[in-house]
């Protein structure tokens, strides 16, 4: 545990040393917040998936993704350099690579949920709204680890699967996908077939359960309710959980023998 304890602080050193995990990770989403408040406001707040309590679960969920990118980025970055090579003749196995990996990307994604939180309470303070009791903020929070973990497993795999300068161009792919097809500020209950397919990504589905949380309301005025179809978003996302997390031990056992 110790092994795994220390390759995480030093994972964790190599995280905060770069600049994306403060302009990406945590800046971005503040920006979002402060760009889909303003649009709200010159609607006349006629726009319910920009109202704070439906911003809340798409930008926290779409800001897990810079996570994965992070996490591509040093993974990768370990790879070239060899110093993940070096390792491979200590004690450590490979479970204590991924440990130290996962255990950073968690510790990112639980500061960017705060970071949203909070800014959301804030923009809530300025309109003068009631803010979500704490009580559906704690289970809001237990409800995106397991997209969390998602983006974290798959960004160990991409930075598993390809060097410093490739990882990044693929990592882009999925943060575009989770912003458009996660419906984080597109109305896509209102695009039929569309949203069909968004059901089968664990993005919409993560944002559609933080919404029913949040008790808010889609671009129908229909409130988000736990019916059959968020039970079914719940299998989906964790089985995508567990595919990420399957594919991403098998590649890097895969990595680690070869390298060896």
Request: include cysteine; proline fraction near 4%.
């Amino acid at each position: 545990m110790n092994r795994t304890l220390n390759f995480c602080k030093r994972n964790l050193l190599e995280v905060l040393r770069d600049p994306i995990i403060y302009v990406f990770c945590l800046g971005f989403p503040i920006l979002m917040f402060v760009l889909f408040f303003v649009i709200n406001s010159y609607s006349n707040g006629q726009t319910p998936t920009f109202e704070i309590p439906s911003l809340l679960s798409g930008i926290t969920v779409f800001s897990y993704s810079f996570v994965m990118l992070a996490l591509a980025l040093v993974v990768s970055k370990d790879r070239q350099t060899s110093f993940l090579k070096r390792l491979y003749s200590s004690p450590m196995k490979y479970h204590d690579f991924i440990l130290g990996y996962f255990l950073v990307g968690l510790f990112v994604g639980i500061i960017q949920t705060v970071v949203c939180i909070v800014t959301a309470f804030i923009f809530c303070l300025t309109t003068k709204d009631k803010f979500i009791p704490v009580s559906r903020i704690l289970l809001l929070t237990i409800s995106f680890i397991p997209i969390l973990t998602t983006n974290i497993f798959l960004g160990v795999l991409l930075g598993t699967l390809f060097n410093d300068k490739s990882a990044p161009g693929i990592c882009s792919i999925f943060i575009s996908v989770s912003g458009i097809l996660g419906g984080c500020w597109m109305p896509v209950e209102t695009m039929g077939g569309f949203e069909t397919f968004c059901r089968f990504l664990p993005f919409y589905p993560s944002v559609y359960i933080g919404r029913i949380i949040t008790n808010s309301t889609n671009a129908l005025n229909v409130a988000y309710t736990f019916n059959g179809l968020a039970k079914l978003g719940l299998i989906t996302i964790f089985l995508y959980m567990l595919l990420a997390i399957t594919l991403s031990v098998v590649a890097f056992k895969k990595s680690m023998t070869s390298d060896k």
